[in-house]
Every structure is written in C-alpha cells, then in structure tokens.
C-alpha cells in the first residue's frame, strides 16, 4: 500500500515519541478482550520479524495497542460502538506521553495496495489474508459505495439470481418481488461491510435516496425512493408480540403459502367484510363446532351441491318458516324413515316422483287435516287399523270414473275400512277441486363470477452496469506532484 512518506523519512527518538504515526494491525486477538492489537508502527518498527541483537521484533513482541474510541456513550461499561480492525489494516497511532510502550490507536486509513499480503515479512498480516490477492491495484473502498465491480458483489452474484417470481395470486395471477434497488452514484453511498458480508448502505444518490441491510444467508431489508420496501428472510422467522398489534393495508393484499398454515385464536374472533367474499378449496372443507352454531343471512341463500348431500341430525331437528315456504324435491324414490315427528305447520310442502313415494314409520303415520284428499287411480290400505275423521275424500272422477263407479268405490273403501270407526261425516264428492300443478325444478342459480384482482405491475428493470469514473471536478492537488513529503 503506497503511502506519502518512506519509511526511511522517519528517524527513531530513543527518547520520547511524540506525533501521529502509521503503523499496521498484525494482531487483532487480545486475551484480555479489551479490543487491543499489535501494531507495527514505521519509524519505531522496521519490517523485520526475526530479532537479532539490533534489528528485528517478532509480531507477539510488539506492544499491545489500546484503542481511541469516540465519544458516543463514553466506551464504558458496554455503552458505545465497538470495534477491532482487521489483521493488515493501516491506523493511525500515537504513543501517549511519548511512551513507546503505550500505542494507542484511533482511526484506519484506506488505500490501494500494490501486493498482497506477505505473512513473512512485517506490515503484512501474518495470516496472510487482507488485503486481498483479488483487490491488488484497486482502491480499498467497498466496490457498492464506487460502483465498480458489480458483478462481483453479492448484488448481482446472489441476490438478482434468487428473486422470488412467478408468485401465484388466488383465483389468478402472478407477481413478482421487486428488484434490487441500487443506482448509486459515487461518493453518496455510504457503506458499512463487515469481513462477513454482512452490510449496511445508505445511499444518498439523488432521485434514488435508498436504506440497504444485508446478511450473507440472503436475507435483506431494502427501502426505495418513493418508500417502497423489500424484506426478505431466507430462514425461519418469529414475530412475537407483547401486547396489541395493528395491521393496514390501504390497497390489495396478496398471501401465499406454499405449505401448511394453521392459526389458533385463545379468545374470540371477529371477521367483518364490507363487499363479497369468495373461497375456493380444491379438496375438502372440514369444520368442528364443538357448540352451537348460528347463521344471521339477511338476504337470500343460494347453495349448489352438483353430486350428493347428506345431513345426519343426531338430536331434534326443528324447522320454522315465518312465511309461506315451497319446497319442491325430484326423485325418483324418497325414503323418510325413523322420524319421531315431523310438523309442518304452515307453508306448502310437495314431494313429487314418477316413481314411488316411500313413507315408512314403526309406529304410526298420521294424515291430520279437515280435508284429506288422495287422488290415484287405485287406493289400497294394507294397514292393521284406519280412522277416518272429519271428512275423507277420493276422487275418481279425474281417472274418468262416474258417480256410480265413485259410489261402489266407495262402498269397497267401506266395505276395506269394515273395522274402522266412522267420523261424523264421510262423503264422496264427484267434483274433484283442481289439484295444484307441481312446481317445475328451479333451474341451478347461477354462480356469480369472481372477479380476478388484477396483479400488482412490474418493476422496472434496472441497469446494474459499472459506470465509468467521472472526471476529476476537484483541481489537482499540489502535494500529489511531490513524490515524498518530510514530517
């Protein structure tokens, strides 16, 4: 690394060492963990690690370097911002008091080194690893704060690679994540690298003002311009709160899981949707309501089962139709079986097959009303025992009988009914009062249409091409034309 002055400008004062040196970091581990290092300082060291009887001094030989932190919170008790460069970084020195044997160092200074690291020699790092083989001949600052390089930084090596695309959106749809939002101009961005690759950017460029976080498992926090934001993890995530959470989404809101997903709510929830609401399952729908459960429709009830439904009722079953209710049901066999009662007692209810009507009881089955009517072409009662109440008509006539045959017909009802007890009037009338034609099957409701949320638009694609340097604004600096300046 190329600096201002030649190690031979500086003369050693045996005495006392007053002044700012330049040294470099050949030891970051302190046992004693109090951010210390060993440092080589030109003019009090030289380059050799071999001690002979005049020159020489091996790397654990040199004094320990205590550090000069700044002010924030006083570097006491834990408060402060702590820090320990890394093996072959140039500082800045001072000794205190002029005592050699009491370095202290305060600040770090970038370069461009010429050579890598020689771990024989001093004012190299003895590991041999910074400065690195792959930044000879180039300027030690972070290649995202001049732009240079891109295509060797983790922008273009790993995160434009693992962009999230494609992502489906419920009933339709895709989106994509949004790309990475770097154009920084040099000098604006400010960089914060660790030897990790864990980084911080705050970026300045004008018309592209920009917060960057980013750790090397590709996880990162990126905010735009205009406020837009990126936040990805690319591991497990927990989001613990202590107390209430609120939550706005001012536009749509797309979720997706690609796996299970489960919620467990200890207390009650509330749901509250001011427009339509669409759910669409592709296999099974299972709910366990281990109490009551109750709908409050305030409008119509359109349901559509295209194959078979089932309903099993293990207790009482009530229904109650405050109005008139119609309920028309076609089959070619209807089977009611083992039911304790069933009231209908208000409304029309019509069961209507080309096949059978199948009424089963193990107990009794009772037609109760002023008026029965029973219209077929033949009426036979197989039953053990009949009551005829009120009044009990047949109706002959529609299958083209006449009065007489009305009449001997019901004199062989009588004659059938011989046990039975007659009511107070038992008549036949010949004019049979038109019966209600059935209801034809209601056509299936239509399923009104979902309507597809559109996808969120694309970002723009950004161009991650290195920009050339610009000219030097700044004129040429007298002390650069001068190849060594004495201190």
Not at 96 to 112: H, L, S
Not at 119 to 143: I, K, L, Q, T
Not at 184 to 198: C, K, L, Q, R
């Amino acid at each position: 690394m190329p600096i201002k002055n030649s190690i031979y400008d500086y003369e050693t004062n045996t005495d006392k060492f007053y002044g700012i040196y330049r040294g470099v970091v050949e030891c970051r581990f302190d046992p004693e963990r109090l951010c210390r290092c060993r440092i080589r300082v030109w003019g009090v060291h030289d380059e050799l690690k071999d001690k002979t009887p005049k020159r020489g001094i091996p790397t654990h030989e040199l004094p320990w370097a205590e550090p000069a932190y700044g002010l924030y919170q006083g570097s006491v008790s834990g408060n402060g911002f702590w820090t320990v460069p890394l093996q072959g970084s140039y500082v800045w020195v001072f000794f205190e008091n002029g005592n050699w044997m009491k370095p202290r160092y305060f600040a770090t200074i970038p370069g461009q080194p010429i050579e890598p690291a020689n771990p024989a020699e001093g004012f190299n790092d003895p590991m041999g690893e910074f400065p690195r083989g792959d930044w000879v001949d180039e300027s030690d600052a972070h290649r995202l704060m001049k732009r240079d390089k891109l295509a060797e930084t983790t922008l273009l090596e790993v995160k434009l690679p693992k962009q999230d695309k494609g992502v489906d959106i419920a009933f339709g749809g895709t989106w994509d994540e949004y790309p990475p939002m770097y154009q920084a101009e040099y000098p604006f961005n400010t960089v914060m690298y660790s030897h990790s690759g864990i980084y911080t950017e705050i970026d300045d460029t004008e018309n592209n003002r920009r917060y960057h976080f980013y750790h090397p498992s590709n996880s990162y926090l990126e905010i735009g311009e205009i406020g837009q934001m990126t936040f990805r993890n690319a591991e497990k995530r927990w989001d613990i709160c202590d107390d209430m959470k609120f939550e706005h989404v001012m536009n749509d809101y797309h979720r997706k899981v690609d796996t299970n997903r489960t919620s467990l709510v200890m207390m009650d929830q509330w749901d509250e949707i001011y427009l339509n609401r669409y759910s669409k399952i592709h296999i099974n729908d299972r709910k366990d309501v281990l109490n009551d459960q109750i709908y409050h429709i305030f409008d119509n009830k359109i349901e559509q089962i295209d194959v078979d439904r089932k309903i099993y009722v293990l207790d009482n079953n009530t229904e109650i139709i405050d109005t008139q209710e119609k309920s028309h049901v076609k089959a070619e066999r209807i089977y009611i079986t083992n039911a304790e009662n069933i009231d209908y007692s208000d409304g029309t209810k019509k069961i209507q097959s080309a096949d059978k009507i199948h009424i089963q009881s193990a107990v009794e089955i009772i037609l109760e009303a002023p008026t029965v009517r029973i219209k077929a072409d033949e009426f036979l009662d197989h039953a053990a025992k009949t009551e005829i109440a009120d009044e009990f008509i047949w109706n002959g006539i529609a299958q083209g009988k006449s009065q007489s045959a009305v009449q001997s017909d019901t004199a062989m009802i009588a004659k059938q009914l011989g046990s039975a007890t007659a009511g107070p009037e038992f008549s036949v009338s010949s004019e049979a009062p038109e019966a209600p034609e059935a209801p034809e099957a209601p056509e299936p409701p239509e399923i009104p249409e979902i309507p597809i949320p559109p996808a969120p638009p694309i970002p723009p694609v950004l161009d991650y091409s290195d920009v050339p340097p610009e000219p030097d604004p700044c004129p040429p600096n007298p002390c650069d034309m001068v190849e060594s300046v004495i201190v």
